[in-house]
């Protein structure tokens, strides 16, 4: 029988170990700091069946999964509503947002290249705009603001102050990229999940319950490969 890879070992001072396997299949094992290894490899091998099934869940859907398609018609979300895409005639090489996304058919075989440059400048223009709302509400200090490509990730906060966001978060309702914008703030005083940490979350929004359950529940609609994945709590 061949052993079950650990692909990442995530180790914090959270209290209970939590088994996730990623969009990619592959298994991260969230655990507290001074857990021994022989007791996260027992785990490992005890919830096997469970892995195997997750991973096999996933490896399929992936096959199913169609590569995107650009064509008059499609949609696509931002800032939490879906809007078609509009082929129209002309020469220009600006994508416009007016009852749908208007793309010119020029560009159309370079769509994809051009709509994420179309919502990394969404991303740059309205992200900044919230963190520094949220800032000056708090009086959290940040570093700077990183617009990034990442995909399984949709903000994170750097060891110097550095705050980072997916450009992908715009497709997001307004009231989730604020939820992210708050969490990701919020870590510049509590680098860890701690209770202090959902403290501050909740003194800023009272209902980010609700917004984050959004994410948990819709963050695959951002064409992301979601972080919380599928998990078994140990």
Not at 205 to 223: F, I, T
Request: contains cysteine.
């Amino acid at each position: 029988m061949t052993e079950i890879k650990i692909d990442e070992i995530r180790r914090s001072n959270r209290k209970t170990i939590s088994l996730v396997v990623m969009q990619d299949g592959r298994l991260v094992v969230y655990a507290p700091r001074r857990i021994p290894m022989d007791y996260i490899t027992d785990l490992v091998v005890k919830k096997r069946a469970w892995i195997e099934k997750q991973q096999k869940t996933l490896e399929e859907i992936r096959r199913k999964r169609r590569p995107r398609e650009f064509a008059d018609g499609n949609s696509f979300l931002f800032l939490g509503r879906n809007y078609r895409l509009r082929v129209v005639d002309g020469d220009g090489d600006d994508i416009k947002l007016w009852h749908g996304l208007m793309i010119p058919r020029t560009i159309l075989p370079q769509a994809e290249d051009y709509l994420i440059m179309w919502y990394r400048r969404q991303a740059q223009a309205k992200i900044p705009e919230r963190v520094n709302w949220y800032a000056k509400l708090t009086g959290l200090q940040y570093k700077s603001i990183r617009i990034t490509d990442a995909t399984t990730r949709l903000g994170s906060c750097g060891p110097k102050g550095t705050l980072n966001f997916s450009w992908r978060l715009v497709m997001a309702p307004l009231s989730v990229i604020d939820y992210v914008v708050v969490h990701e703030l919020s870590h510049l005083e509590h680098k860890n999940h701690s209770t202090k940490f959902w403290d501050t979350v909740r003194t800023i929004l009272p209902d980010y319950e609700q917004r984050k359950k959004w994410l948990k529940e819709n963050g695959n609609l951002l064409a992301l490969r979601i972080e919380h994945g599928h998990h078994h709590r140990g």
